[in-house]
Every structure is written in structure tokens, then in C-alpha cells.
């Protein structure tokens, strides 16, 4: 039947589509498509590896899809059975992202359903499968607002965040090795009246400013890391001091 509706016998060329459906917003027929797609996979009862990865990979976009769509309770159902076949997968794939991703996937469907308890478990899993993501905290921030628990691990991701890079016009956050944020959002978060008499809350928030400000008057480069990686290969001493 995926095949009749959709002419396509290459599962990996389907994929491609999706993601391109997805990119051009045409969201609709990207959860129609998701939706047989995973259905045709989760049909099967034994699934080889590169069969399994698809089919997560399909529950990833149809996952995002619901979201965007607002079919919060949807997106809930498919997050869970996307974390379920992600831990049937052994070993990881590239092609996949870090598991900590899918957490927090289903950790923003559960609190905009409105299962907050559920919601602030798979924050605070992805906080800790991914070391310190400070992408899962600022949705956490959002969406659980006043949390201080959540509010603590969000300090310690901005803590651990190293410091500020500019990529384009866009002032970001990097942890080393996890995803990039908005580091104009992390100063709006800190801003928060539930940090106000946080020591620690208001020294990050002096940070980032005082940061960002320098990369404005050129007094800071705009990617610190760079420029450490790129001093590190100049030798340490002149050649011709020894001849």
C-alpha cells in the first residue's frame, strides 16, 4: 500500500522526501507519509539494523511533524514508541543524533500535552545522557517555568557551556560536542524573575553580556575555540633561535 500511494520502492529515497517535504513546510503530507512509513516498518516483525534505523529516523520527523502540527497527545504516543525501538537498537548511528535528542523530543511533546510530570522526568534524563545540553533546559525553562530544579540544571548547563561564539549575526552557547543555543535566549532566561537572587545566575548573566559586548567592540574574537586550536599549531619557539 506505501508503495501504491507513493511510487517508491526505495525506503532511503522516501526518507530523503520526507526531510524535504518537512524543509518546504509541507507538513500535512510530511505526517501522512511519516505516519505509513513507520506503520509499514513497525508491521514487520523482525527487523534487520539498517530496517531499524529507518524506521527511528521516521519516528524522529514524524514526531517533529505532530509537534509543529499541535497534535500534542500524537506527538507523546510517537515519542514513546521512539525511544522504545531506539533502545531495541544496538549500537549507534550517525544518521541518528545522540539519544539525548530523542529525550528531549519527548520530553517538549509531554509538556505541551500537558504531562508535566512525565515532561520534567525526560528533561532531567536528557540533562544527564547528554552531559549538560543547554537546548533541553531552555525548552525546560519554557515549558515548566519556575521549576527549580529545572532551574538548577539550567544553571549548570550555562555554567559548562564555554564561551560565547559568534556564527553568522547569531550570539550562541556551545557546549563542547552538543548544540548550539541562542545565547540572547540564555540571557533572557536568567533574566527570569526566579533568578534574581541567584548568585550564580547573576554571575553567568554578567558573563554572557560582558561577552557578547566584547565580541561587538572587537575586543573579544568571535570564536574563542577557534582561535585556542589555531594558537596551539604555532610553533612554540622560532626556528632560528637554534641555528
Excluded: W
Excluded at 522526568?121 to 540533562?127: G, I, M, P, T
Excluded at 532551574?151 to 548550539?180: D, H, M, W
Amino acid at each position: 500500500m506505501f508503495v501504491a500511494m507513493f511510487g517508491m520502492n526505495d525506503p532511503k529515497q522516501t526518507l530523503l522526501q520526507l526531510e524535504g517535504y518537512v524543509k518546504d513546510g509541507r507538513f500535512e503530507m510530511s505526517e501522512v507519509m511519516a505516519t505509513q512509513f513507520t506503520d509499514m516498518f513497525l508491521s514487520m516483525k523482525k527487523r534487520d539494523y539498517p530496517t531499524q534505523v529507518m524506521l527511528i529516523r521516521g519516528l524522529q520527523i514524524l514526531s517533529d511533524v505532530l509537534v509543529l502540527r499541535e497534535k500534542y497527545r500524537k506527538a507523546v504516543t510517537s515519542t514513546k514508541v521512539l525511544l522504545r525501538e531506539r533502545r531495541r537498537l544496538v549500537g549507534e548511528s550517525e544518521s541518528l543524533g545522540q539519544e539525548y535528542v530523542d529525550l528531549h523530543r519527548s520530553a517538549k511533546a509531554n509538556a505541551l500535552a500537558g504531562k508535566i510530570r512525565k515532561a520534567k522526568s525526560l528533561f532531567v534524563k536528557a540533562f544527564k545522557k547528554s552531559g549538560g545540553c543547554l537546548s533541553p533546559s531552555i525548552d525546560a525553562m519554557d515549558l515548566i517555568p519556575g521549576d527549580k530544579k529545572l532551574g538548577k540544571i539550567f544553571i549548570s548547563c550555562v555554567e559548562n557551556s564555554g564561551p560565547v561564539i559568534k556564527t553568522g549575526s547569531i550570539y550562541c552557547l556551545i557546549p563542547e560536542g552538543l548544540q548550539a543555543v541562542d545565547a540572547k535566549q540564555v540571557l533572557a532566561i536568567l533574566g527570569n524573575e526566579m533568578f534574581k537572587d541567584n548568585q550564580h545566575a547573576v554571575v553567568q548573566h554578567q558573563r554572557v553580556s560582558s561577552q557578547i559586548t566584547a565580541i561587538e567592540q572587537g575586543e573579544m574574537v568571535a570564536n574563542s575555540r577557534l582561535q585556542k586550536a589555531l594558537d596551539s599549531l604555532q610553533p612554540k619557539h622560532d626556528y632560528y633561535e637554534y641555528s
